[in-house]
């Protein structure tokens, strides 16, 4: 393996893979240009079969960090994950509020 290949592969989460890892949830968009769909499948596939816990979400026509990620359906969706894999979050406590705090 070459030096470069060496240092891509510690700098991407490929290189990091082990069966020893948290849940993952990993979505992409469909029509990303940025960066291709295939690497998330492919840590996708990586993550299953090291015994990895891992959710893969292809969002259909969703681009880069475009307005479809902030739509109700796929927050819901991130919300929904974390309270499957987590657990409900616990109620907050109520504090009493200082006089001196600025809200």
């Known amino acids: 393996m070459t030096a470069i290949r060496k240092k891509a592969l510690a700098a991407s989460p490929m290189g990091h893979i082990s069966g020893k890892k948290p ?20 840590l996708y596939r990586a993550l299953k079969k090291e015994g990895n816990p891992a959710d893969y979400v292809l969002l259909a026509g969703a681009e880069h960090g475009d307005d479809s990620w902030y739509q109700k359906p796929v927050i819901e969706r991130v919300v929904n994950w974390f309270k499957a894999t987590l657990g409900a979050p616990k109620a907050a406590a109520t504090a009493e509020k200082d006089k001196n705090a600025n809200l």
Not at 26 to 42: E, F, K, N, R, Y
């Open 23 to 42: 849940p993952f949830l990993i979505m992409h968009g469909s029509a990303d240009t940025l960066v291709s769909p295939v690497q998330s499948q492919q």
